[in-house]
C-alpha cells in the first residue's frame, strides 16, 4: 500500500474524530418515575442487531480499531501509524464518556442510590457505546472463542486466550470495573509479549524459508499463530466463501490437513520453520507482496551438474508449510530440490505473475548446487496456471509439467509444448474443478500432440493430494524417473 493511500486513511480517521465529537450531545436518562431530560436530547439510537449492520462504520473508534485489526496482519509498516490514529481516538472517546457521566450529578440521592446502574447503561446505550462492544468488540471475540476450542498447538490457544481478554477489558471499562480491566489488559498484553518472544526467526534444519525482499513479520497475528492453526480456523470461513466447500467438506479438510500438520509437527526441518501465510493476507488487502521462496536441497554431496529440481507452485490461499510436508518425501526418495516460491493468495492468472515465475527460474540458474537443465515444473490446484505459464513462456528452461488437481489451461501452451511429456492427476470426485473439464483438457492437449500421462484417482476430491500422498507420489515418482532419468 503507497504512503498517499495511508495517508488517506488517517484523514479520514481524524475526520470521523472530528465530526463525531460535533455532534455530541448529553443523553436521556430513565429513571423508575420517568425521565429525565438533561440538555436537548439527543437522536433515537439504534436499534443494535448483532453482526447485522454498522450503526455508526466511521465512528473514529471503530475506524481506528478495525485498522489496527486489518493492517496489524498485513502492514507491518501502516499498522504502527493505525496505532497512532487509535490512541488519538480512544482518549476524547473516554472524556467524552467523562462528560456524560457528569449529568448524573443533577439527579437526586434517592435517585443516585436507586437506580444508578439503570440510569449508566441507559446513558450508555444512548451514547452509541454499546455499538463498540457489539461491533467491534464481537468480530475479535467469536473467531477467538472458535479458536480456543480448536486449537491445535498451545500458542494458538494462547493467542486465542488473549484476544478474549482484550474485548473482555472493553466491557469491563463500560461497566467501569477499571480494576479488572487493566487486570484482563495486562494480562492479554502479557500474553502477547510471551507469544512475540516466541515466534520462530531461523530456519530450523534442511528446509530454508528465504525473504528475498523485505524480511518476515515477528509481531502481527500471521507471526503469533502458528500456521496450522490459522488453517484450522480459516475452514470455519471456508464453507461461506467457497460455494464449492460445504460444511461436510470443511470437515473433512479440518481431518484431512490435521494429518498432514501432525506430519510437520513430528519433521525436525519442518518444525518451527517461519511460515509465509503474512504474504496471503497481504494480497487479500490489495498490498505490495513479499518475494519468498521455500528451498529443499538433499543431504550429503550433490550430484554431478546439481541437484533436479522440482519447482513446485501452491494453491489458492497461500503457500502452505503442509505443502512441503506431502512433497518432501518424494523429493528425498528420488533425489530432487525443491524450489517453491511463494505468490499471495494463488492468483497465478495474473500478468504479473510473470516476473515471480521468471524469478523463481533465476534462482534456480543462481543456485550452484541445482541443475537448471533438469527442472520440472509442478502445480496443485491454482497452481496449475503457473504451471500453464511455465510451460507458455520458458518451455526452454524446463523438462516437463505436472499437473496435480489442476486448473489447466492448455490453450496456452499446447503448442510450444507438442511432443514433450506432461502429468496429470486428479480425483474422479473432485467438485471444485470438475473432472470433466480436466478430462476435456487432457483430450485437447492429446489433439495439440503432446505427451499426455492422464492417472484419474477414483473416490478423491480436490484434496487428494493430502488425503492419499503415497498415491500422488507414486504417479508422480514414475513419471519423473522418465522424464529426468538419473
Known sequence: MTPWLGALFLVLALRGLVRAWARFSPPELETEEGTTEVGPAPPTPPELIPLLGLPHPLSPFGVAILGVAILGVCDLSLAAAWGLVAAAC??????????????????????????????????????????VLWFYALPILLPSLVLLVRARTWRGALFSAACVLLPLALVLVLARRKAAAAASATLASALLLGLWGAVPRSDPGAIESRFLSGRPATWTPAALVPEEDQFQLGTFVLPLLDAHVDWEQSVRVRQVFGSIYDRVAQDPDLAGLPSALSATYRDMAGLELPRHAYFYVPEGPAPEGGHPVLLFFHGSLGSFQGYLAALRPLAKREGFAIVAPSYGSGLWRREASAQRIEEALALVAADPRLDSARVVAVGLSA????????????????????????MIEPALFAEPWRGRPVLVVHGTRDRRISARFVEGAVEELRAAEVEVRYVPIAGQDHFLYFADTERVNAALGDWLRLVVPK
Not at 388 to 394: H, I, P, T
Open 383 to 406: 497452481g496449475g496456471s503457473a504451471v500453464s505459464r511455465v510451460g507458455a513462456s520458458f518451455p526452454a528452461r524446463v523438462r516437463g509439467l505436472a499437473f496435480l488437481s489442476p
Open 90 to 131: 480512544v482518549w476524547p472517546w473516554l472524556l467524552r464518556r467523562r462528560l456524560r457521566a457528569t449529568d448524573t450529578r443533577e439527579l437526586t440521592p434517592e435517585d443516585k442510590a436507586g437506580p444508578s446502574k439503570r440510569l449508566r447503561l441507559a446513558s450508555v446505550r444512548a451514547s452509541g457505546r454499546m455499538d
